[in-house]
């Protein structure tokens, strides 16, 4: 067996470990939940990016199509200008101005600053060109930018005619490099073609950047099949004039949705030079400083020119509730972590709280074991001298009367037969010797009432305390028949305990009160009960010769009198066997007295 | 019945009565005297056998040992029993002659100076027919001598047959 405090020591050490172990789930559950935490902000910031992003490129797309819708409508509107050209070989600078004001250009196509027909004039036509325009009314009509040139494309017709507008006439772009690509290549195609960005102040007009978009008009007739063909019937081309400063502008009017920032550049590169349109007005495009959340790059056919497109969000690029969810699973996921170890940590400790309380419970118990064995023991010991004490006080009762009997017989024998041999006082002694032996034989016998009180089993159960009074009160009447007493019992005083037992008590008690109430003239003895704080306590009271209180605790040891024997006769050992037989049963006993005014006995019997 | 000379009983007292014996269980010589002597004072002349121990009873009442000439039918018709004997006790004396057939209905008085319950119920437990308890005043056990006179040597109709 191990000792006690290697046991101890033992144990504690399997409870640190045990303490390390439990907090160490704690710590195990707040590492898992944070993980997951984590797990689920990226998931959570991916799938919000996602959407965002696609948001966005919604947005960038949907910008893109009515960009590209509103270049293909105004592309559409030049075209117009063909069918003119197509239904009368001549076409007359009236005719020219009032198609162009059908068109409503101000009002639907306000982007386009004019639509201009620039005719087809070869070098050595230039003179009668000119010369045929002024008579037309237009007397300082010329041709601008001078110079020879293989061939020119004044612009012959300008409409609106108003006055920001006619600078234009006679101005030639083909001596432009820009216009002449496009023109060339309109010329070469059949098709509307848009030149590069052009500064159309150069031109005339007031300082402002545009482009240009041909329309090839060929000769009424002429085959225009093959590119040769085409260069040989070009008669002209309708010019139309962008200004991109209006071009964009109010593109998503009325459309609600997101919008981002776009930029047009005409070309593959981001430069300021070729910058088209600018939605907010501050060029963000090939800034490395600007970093949206979002940026994104695209390319649009206009008229057979490449333009770029930049897209990047704005500030204002609203972030949906969506945009928080990150956040508010990371703090959210912290929290839970958080709780979760708090709670596991709590857990553990109010389990190795109870385990600590059950090791102690243990030793608790063992002990109580130990006290068991010990208490076993004892009472091994103590039914051993029981058992002497018994065979002991069998002999006491067997032995130790049969001398007695002797005594007293031989004495009275003596008397009997030998009478006439002794004188007065030789009878006289003989007679204190059968007193004596008499009264050491009721000695005898209330010693042994009073061991066999406490060795007697208990066996309990309802005893009618009342009847055994009536019983004994009988029993006493008939012991000296010629006394008068009166008995006052309570009817129906029933209690739990040991019959035989408490016959002897109440005997002892009864028998008490009518010994001392031998010299009064009305003796009365009475047994009764009050009930006293939940208690019942019984009494035994008579008026008899009573005793003095100071006195009282001493009347309850055994051997104590109050009394001489020749005063009234008894061995004191009543008391003590009644007070004996209250204490088993789990009671109390107390006397009040006076000497010459009676006494009264008290008892409670346990619960 | 005859009152048997050549039966060497301890004491004897004879009598009117003395077909009818009375057997004294008893080892103390005092109680013996004094009991004898009550029995006298009360008028009883029956002849009473006295054994000393539990040993001696049994030999009388079945006849043997130092009895085992005595006409066995012959059986006291009152025995005064004390428990505390020497060699067999009185309650083996009392349980032996309830189990056998001879003696099963003898009329046995426990005289004793026990109040202990245990020997009064092992007492009637084996068949005892009264038990009373030797007074330590003289008279007092001159009177209850009497009264035992009285029942079992009077008044009481001895069991039919045998004894």
Known sequence: MMKPGLAALGRGRRLLGEQLGRTAVAYAVLVVALLLTGIAYLYVNHDVEQRERARFEESTQATKRAVDRRMDTYIDATLDGRGLFAASEHVTREEWSSYVA??????????IQAIAYAERVPLDKKGSFVERVRREGLSSYDLRPAGARYEYFPLTYVAPSDKANRPLLGYDFYADRVSRDAMEQARDTGLPRASGKVDLGKAGLSKQSGFLVYTPVYRHGAPDETTDERRQALQGFIVSVF???????????????????????????????????????????????????????????????????????????????????????????LAISLMLFGITWVLSNNRIHAERVGLELEAANEELENANRDLEE?????????????????????????????????????????????????????????????????????????????????????????????????????????????FEIEADLVAEGDARLLRVALWNLLENAWKFTEKVPDPRIEFASTLREGRRVYRVTDNGAGFDQAYADKLFGAFQRLHSPEEFEGTGIGLATVARIVHRHGGEVWARGRVGEGAAFFFTLGR | MQALGKNRTPRRARGEMKNKIILLVEDNPDDELLTLRALKKNGVLNEVVVAHDGVEALDYLFASGPHSGRDAGLMPQLILLDLKLPRVDGLEVLKRLRSDERTRLLPVVILTSSKEQQDMLDGYGLGANSYVRKPVNFEQFVRAVEQLKLYWLVLNEAPPGGV
């Open chain 1, 102 to 111: 059908g068109s409503e250009l101000e009002r639907r196509y306000p982007g």
């Open chain 1, 243 to 333: 200004r991109t400063d209006k071009l964009l502008g109010g593109i998503f009017r009325g459309e609600p949705g997101p919008r981002v920032d776009f930029e047009i550049f005409d070309g593959a590169e981001f430069t300021r030079a070729n910058l088209l349109h600018d939605d907010d007005g501050v060029l963000h495009a090939g800034d490395a400083s600007y970093d949206p959340r979002f940026e994104d790059m695209s390319t649009l056919e206009v008229a057979g020119r490449i333009w770029s497109l930049y897209f990047s969000t704005p500030p204002s690029f609203e972030p949906g509730w969506r945009s928080n969810l990150p956040l508010f699973v990371l703090f959210g996921g």
């Open chain 1, 378 to 486: 004892t009472n091994r010991e103590l039914e051993g001298a029981n058992r002497e004490l018994e065979a002991f006080s069998y002999s006491v009762s067997h032995d130790l009367r049969a001398p007695l009997r002797s005594i007293e017989g031989f004495s009275q024998i003596l008397l009997e037969d030998y009478a006439e041999h002794l004188d007065d006082e030789g009878r006289g002694y003989l007679g204190r010797v059968r007193a004596a032996s008499r009264r050491m034989a009721l000695l005898i016998d209330d010693l042994l009432d009073l061991s066999r009180v406490t060795r007697t089993e208990m066996r309990r159960r309802s005893v009618d305390l009342s009847a055994l009074a009536r019983d004994i009160s009988e029993e006493l009447r008939k012991s000296q028949p010629e006394r008068k007493v009166d």
